[in-house]
């Protein structure tokens, strides 16, 4: 019994081992053709603008790279990341030099690099139908930042942009000091800059995005969203209010969105003087404004539709945990806001990276157990943990 048991389960991980195997080689593949060839893709581009030929020395475009690549990550320091580099490519260059090398590389090269594989992404990898909507979560959030070069951190806005359908960073869009608490306007900017697709997305916002400006924007243009308003909105109560919407010089023109009342329940626990920890149910009620067509999207799927708006916040505390996202003080140079886009490529690239070996591992852990063995894989998503039970 304990054999045939033992015959099932190696039958079971070299099918498993295989089929991953099989599937991450092709992946493999195809991260290589977009990264092929560093070293010339970036001296052809340097040679475009300044027409000059870069000098082949032992520290390589290609070292550059890494080194900002891997300087992103939060628990990594330049000289932890030199000192392995030179000792892999047995050379001694110090720190500055890296430094030096990677500020020549195009931030084009990178953006370029990113769109590559976003392509990729939604192409070969995409969970949902491209002929569907998308769930968009739009939201700002704020780092501290050198941009002025004189050693003061100042605070700047950053615009994030979600997939929540396919679980995937649209963009992150460093938009400066100078853009804090225009949220607003710094989402019309990325949208007419086109940094933001809008062909088959639900954006969805909130509270802060409660504007008649950006409802009729969006109205104009045939954006579909979904967005919480402040209780205080005229709207709601249309009838009673006529009068005073008659006077606002700023209207909703569109007749045909919809306002909606949503409750949704949670569990709130405190604990009292005793220190007992102690549980119960409350409701939050918000009210809703939206274009989305009611033949379409009920109003069940509108409420739903935006309680996965919190996705985008989840993805900001992946941002400040993992990556040197929330104090930006490691460059004082000309190209300083440069240097800040670039680092956000990079961590687009790494999150999309690693997303796509988990619908790999996952859509094979899947086929497996489609296969009725015995011995099954879980996967728990919150942890990135995988188990065998």
């Not at 030929?53 to 032992?58: A, E, V």
């Not at 939201?139 to 951190?153: F, S, V």
């Not at 509270?207 to 954006?223: E, I, P, T």
Request: glycine share 0%; with cysteine.
């Amino acid at each position: 019994m304990n054999k045939t048991s033992n015959e099932l389960t190696n039958k079971n991980d070299e099918y498993f081992n295989n089929k991953l195997n099989d599937s991450l080689l092709i992946f493999s593949k195809q991260l290589n053709h977009i990264f092929n060839d560093v070293n010339k893709v970036i001296s052809d581009m340097i040679f475009k603008t300044t027409k000059k030929f870069s000098r082949n020395n032992k520290l390589t475009f290609n070292d550059a790279v890494l080194y900002l690549f891997n300087y992103c990550s939060i628990n990594k320091t330049k000289l932890n990341i030199v000192s392995n580099l030179n000792y892999n490519n047995n050379i001694n260059v110090h720190p500055s030099n890296f430094q030096k090398k990677e500020a020549k590389i195009p931030l084009l090269f990178y953006e370029n690099l990113f769109n590559n594989i976003q392509s990729l992404f939604y192409k070969k990898y995409s969970i949902n139908d491209l002929n569907k909507n998308t769930i968009v979560c739009v939201d700002g959030t704020y780092n501290n930042t050198n941009l002025l070069n004189d050693r003061c951190l100042e605070t700047s806005l950053n615009m994030g942009y979600y997939d929540f359908t396919n679980k995937i960073p649209v963009n992150i869009k460093l938009k400066g000091m100078e853009s804090k608490n225009r949220e607003i306007k710094s989402f019309i900017d990325d949208i007419n800059n086109k940094n933001v697709s809008t062909d088959n997305v639900i954006f969805v916002f909130d509270r802060a995005y409660d504007s008649y400006d950006l409802f009729n924007y969006m109205d104009d243009n045939n954006y579909k969203y979904v967005c919480r308003i402040k209780k205080s909105c005229l709207y709601l109560d249309k009838e009673n209010n006529i009068d005073k919407i008659n006077k606002k010089k700023k209207k909703i023109k569109n007749e045909n969105v919809r306002f909606i009342h949503s409750k949704h329940k949670y569990e709130l626990s405190i604990k009292n003087k005793k220190n007992k920890k102690i549980t119960f149910n409350k409701i939050s009620k918000c009210y809703l404004i939206t274009n989305l067509s009611s033949s379409e999207y009920d109003d069940e799927k509108v409420k739903k539709n935006y309680l996965n708006r919190w996705s985008v916040e989840s993805f900001f505390k992946l941002l400040k945990s993992n990556y040197r996202f929330s104090n930006l003080t490691n460059h004082t140079n000309k190209n300083t806001k440069t240097q800040y886009h670039k680092q956000n490529y990079i961590i687009l690239i790494q999150y999309y990276i690693i997303r796509i070996i988990d619908i790999i591992y996952t859509s094979n852990v899947n086929d497996l157990n489609n296969q009725k063995f015995k011995k099954k894989i879980k996967i728990n998503i919150l942890l990135n943990i995988i188990t065998k039970t």
